[in-house]
């Protein structure tokens, strides 16, 4: 009996050493009202914040905004931080206030009056890696920053039940292998722990261009591994609300 209890715990040691630990992101999405906000939460986030995460060890932060032909074009700038665990999501702002230069650096934003805000609004997602991409990915992409094509995308479930099939749908259904056969070059894929629009999960893709994103999502409308997926019973309806934003990196993003 002895024997067989210390097997078993080498089999259970095992297999949790195989098992990848989940990464945790944050998306900020700050609201802007004009472009004098944008201005001052580049040079916050460019000269301040960066530096200071990449002070922490916390590596691959994205700077976002919405392309040219989006409504909400200056309206609008996306940060995605991951963290590898919510212990450091947790004590990261708490570190922020505690760096001497990231104060000094960025004094103009935490220092604001309440007349002179540099956003209107900040929304802040977080969310738990998908089993199957448990750690983020920086794209291998080629073109020049400014014609990088980045897609974030919300899927909305209309219960918890119907939004964890769409999720199942991504992990062991292989909708994230047929992904990462057609070349997606995804940063990642993350159930929503907190946000405004749950049940839901996020996931972010990249592209060299426009053009090339529209190619990609072209073949995988024709994918013969999505036409065998997209029909089953238990895929059904497991979306409420597909909600698309596509966005330029800065030219100071990590990605």
Known sequence: MKNILFLGLILLVSVAAKDPASSYYEIRVYRLADSADE?????????????????????NVGVFKPIKEDTIYNKRMYVLIPYKSLTE????????????????????????????PPYTRMETIVLKSFKYMPSPA?????????ER?????SYEGAT???YQSKVHMFNE??????????????????EVLSGSSMPNLMYMTSFENKADRDAHWKSFSAAPEWKAIVDLPQYKNTVSKNTQFLLNPTSYSDF
């Open 39 to 59: 201005t001052r939460m580049d040079n916050y986030l460019q000269k301040a914040l960066l530096p200071a995460l990449h002070r922490m060890g916390i590596k």
């Open 89 to 116: 999501f947790e004590k990261t702002s708490a570190s922020l206030l505690k760096d001497a230069q990231y104060l000094t650096d960025g004094s103009d934003y935490v220092n604001s009056s309440h007349a002179d």
């Open 138 to 146: 920086v794209p291998n992409l080629k073109a020049p920053k400014e």
């Open 149 to 153: 094509v980045y897609e974030l995308r």
């Open 160 to 162: 918890e039940k119907l």
């Open 173 to 190: 259904g292989g909708e994230i292998a047929l992904f990462t056969r057609l070349n997606f070059n995804a940063v990642f894929y993350g």
